[in-house]
Each structure stands twice: as structure tokens, then as C-alpha cells.
């Protein structure tokens, strides 16, 4: 499986189970991407987590669930070094933002008055 093939089947995983991508703003968009999927990568890789501040306890309860989900139903993320993982996780993070926000069409993400 490629790189690609493994991004999209992660991507296709969090659009139709994690509600966290559809905030309404796109700075929202942005800080919960990275949070969620941040901590997501350290778990993966096994590095030390940082719970310091409310939200960085909140987007570890959605990374908990994410690393947990994707051992479970991705068996090639076993078999994954973790720089390896650490560069997935990356293009992930990227196909995410473009996805959810710098090539979203919703107007919304960028009014100033809503």
C-alpha cells in the first residue's frame, strides 16, 4: 500500500466517524487538526504526550480514541517505523487542512460576520 493509499484510507476514516474536522471556523479547523492529530502521532509513535492545558486533555481524548481505532483496523500501521508513521501522520495533517479548509468551498470559514 502506498503512502497515498494509507493517507486516504485514514482520511476516509475520520470524515464519516470524528466530528471534530467541522468547526466553523477555519482557525477552529485549524487548531483542531493539529491538536487532534498532533497528539494522535505522538501516541503512535510512543513519545510522551503533553496534557498541560484543557485543550491539549481534549484533543487527547479524540487522539486516544483515533491511535486505538486505527491499530486496531489498519494492521500496517504495526508494521510502520515510527519515522515512518511520523511522516504519514504529516501527510495526513496536510490532506486534512486542504480537505477541511484551504480547498473547502464553505463561505462560512472565512465570514467575519458569522
Excluded at 7 to 27: G, P, T
Aim: charged share 25%; hydrophobic share 40%; glycine share 4%.
Amino acid at each position: 500500500m502506498t503512502q497515498e493509499q494509507q493517507v486516504e484510507a485514514l482520511v476516509d476514516y475520520i470524515m464519516k466517524h470524528c466530528l471534530w474536522q467541522f468547526h466553523s471556523r477555519n482557525w477552529d479547523r485549524e487548531k483542531q487538526n493539529a491538536g487532534v492529530l498532533g497528539k494522535t502521532r505522538q501516541l503512535l509513535c510512543g513519545e510522551a504526550v503533553d496534557l498541560s492545558t484543557p485543550a491539549d486533555r481534549c484533543y487527547w481524548a479524540d487522539a486516544v480514541v483515533l491511535a486505538d481505532t486505527w491499530r486496531k483496523r489498519f494492521n500496517w500501521l504495526a508494521e510502520m517505523p515510527t519515522d515512518a508513521i511520523a511522516t504519514l501522520m504529516y501527510a495526513l495533517h496536510q490532506r486534512l487542512d486542504y480537505l477541511t479548509i484551504t480547498g473547502s468551498l464553505n463561505a462560512e470559514l472565512t465570514d467575519q460576520r458569522y
